[in-house]
């Protein structure tokens, strides 16, 4: 082992050397206490597998499984930089275009997860490393899934990542991969405003808060936020898993419209109109639309007619002004007529 990358509740994080591959590689060693279940080594092996098994460039790469004395370990890539909980300490909150390409590095991480069927379950600042060149990677695929129902049994370890869990996961009920979104947005929220969506200092106190389901929007506490990414981040945080988006549909919707996500311009209002009112709102556009094409036809047919007379009026010999006649207007007064009557009514 080289040295100490990491320490937490759960797990020591050592840099080492692959000698085969030479290479240097993370391994994640995972504490002895609260692995007493029997099961866990299986869950724990099936996960690992599983992870193995992703490969995207925001995911942190698993290459192999192992035991050492009872510990299980998993060596994994080795990433240089930092984590987004370090940056998080050091800059306080970071600036709203910065915090939606990171964003949507873990929306494309998630739903290459989800796609193929699992759920990370752990996502926080502290699983998402922040490379040199400013990429986002999530670690911990596999591992966390092997270790939520481990984790919830201890309580001094559940209490650090508890404002991040999903209602339904802090409850112990069904998780799906909602709860990924659910915990990306706290991660958003808390980027975004250098606090976190929910106040409470313990397990119980967080539940009832995310239960009452009330969260000052973004925007509120810091104006320069867009209003397309503030509501992005409150759409993660619904109550309900069925209310929130999926990372896929996340991603399109912190990269569609740059101009109203990344520059701070507000979004176009939204309003809400009954099913009768949007259908008679649209006869009216097309009424309108008939009426406009009308005013071109006949205003092509105005510069015809003046054409025309330009031509009848010019030739290699001068002629004398036109004669009225009883039988109308010259060619050319009538298309200026015509035109004026067609400036007065169309609009």
Known sequence: MDGTLGQGGMAVVHLAYDTELHRPVAVKVLAEHGLDDG??????????????RLSHPNIVQVFDIGEDAGRPFIVMEYVEGETLADV??????????????????????????????LVHRDIKPQNLLVTPEAAVKIADFGIAHALDQ????????????????????????????????????????????????????????????????????PRRLRREIPAELDAAVLACLELAPEDRPTAAVLALRLAAGPTAVLTGDPA????????????RTFRARRRRRGRAAAAVAVLAVAA????????????????????????????????????????GHTG
């Open 304 to 343: 015809v007619l003046a054409l025309l007379a330009v031509s009848l009026g010019g030739g290699s010999s001068p002629r004398p002004h036109p004669v009225r006649t009883p039988s109308g207007p010259t060619p050319a007064e009538h298309a200026h007529n015509l035109a004026h009557w067609i400036r």
């Open 150 to 217: 481990t984790r919830l049994t201890l309580t001094g370890s559940i209490v650090g990542t508890a404002r991040y869990l999903a209602p339904e996961q802090a409850e112990g009920r069904g998780v799906t991969t909602a709860a990924d979104v659910y915990a990306l947005g706290v991660v958003m929220y808390e980027l975004l405003t250098g606090r976190p969506p929910h106040p409470g200092d313990s397990l119980p106190e967080l539940i009832a808060a995310k239960r009452a389901g009330t969260v000052t929007p």
């Open 88 to 117: 998080l300490r050091r800059e306080r909150r970071l600036a709203p275009d910065r915090v939606a390409e990171i964003a949507r590095g873990c929306c494309a991480a998630l739903a290459c997860a989800h796609a193929a069927g």
């Open 39 to 52: 099961s866990f080594q299986a869950r724990f092996v099936r996960e690992a597998r599983s992870a193995a």
């Open 268 to 279: 176009p209002a939204q309003t809400t109109v009954r099913a009768g009112a949007s259908r």
